[in-house]
């Protein structure tokens, strides 16, 4: 009995790191940029993750280090699927509790540092068009919840511009297929949401363009029927909410 459970606390470690690991790279892959997890646990008997901590950091040239803190990830995944390499995930839930964008003090926009932004959106990054690429993907389900945005802008002498927004957005999309897209929707509905797009001078139409193709339907988490797809991001910005 005690060498039964010795394998299974071992194979549990091992899955915990070997998944972990793959985790890191597959959101280093999408965003291009380097991150850090304070708490990951993958289910031994049960094909989910649970991530809490998550950060992903700015480049160096940016005062700020955190470009977004997101608090949880639930992913519940398909282990047969993954296995015959097709990364199908059930469900992915991402609480985004702060995203923070930035403008340093010489001009730099720290969003054009996001690999889909820095490849013009859409089709451009395309899997295994490059070295890191992650894989193809299939998301049955994304579930997001973002609750702040911020916008600093470092360019003015002294201290810098800072504004807040509660976004407070609480959404659902299906048949996502393109693990950039994940990265598109969360900037496209934060600015969307915020004044920050046109403080910033930051032009969303190629990650619109983006999030258009790799979507097949979306809907709230209220179950609200939502028209086609060309309107889940309208160009009008709703006032700002501080």
């Known amino acids: ?10 194979l549990s470690l091992s899955k915990d790191l070997i998944i972990k690991i793959f985790v890191e790279k597959g959101v280093r892959a999408a965003t291009g940029l380097n991150m850090g997890i304070r708490y990951f646990h993958a289910g031994i008997f049960r094909s989910a993750v649970s991530i809490r901590g998550l950060r992903i950091y700015n480049p160096p040239q940016f005062k700020d280090v955190v470009m977004a803190d997101l608090p949880e990830i639930y ?25 923070v964008v930035v403008k340093n003090a010489a001009g730099e926009l720290n969003l054009n540092a996001l690999k889909v932004v820095k490849a013009g959106g859409a089709g451009a990054v395309s899997a295994g ?35 807040e927004y509660a976004v407070d957005l609480n959404e659902r999309y299906s048949d ?12 496209v509905k934060t600015l969307s949401s915020t004044s920050i797009g046109s403080l910033a001078s ?13 979507l097949s339907s979306a809907h709230d988490m209220a179950g609200k029927a939502v028209g086609a797809i060309g309107d889940i991001f309208k160009d009008t910005l709703r006032p700002d909410k501080r």
């Open 202 to 214: 930051f032009d969303t139409e190629a990650l619109r363009r983006n999030v258009v193709q790799s």
């Open 129 to 163: 068009a490059e070295k890191g690429s992650p894989p193809n993907i299939l998301i049955d389900s994304f579930e997001l919840k973002i609750e702040k945005a911020y916008y600093k802008d470092y360019t003015t002498p002294g201290k810098p511009s800072i504004r």
């Open 75 to 99: 992913v519940s995944y398909d282990l047969p699927a993954i296995l015959r390499g097709k990364l199908h995930l059930r469900v992915l839930r991402i609480h985004l509790k702060k995203f």
């Open 1 to 10: 009995m005690a060498v039964i459970l010795a394998v299974i606390i071992i």
């Open 176 to 187: 996502v297929d393109d693990p950039y897209a994940v990265v598109s929707i969360i900037v």
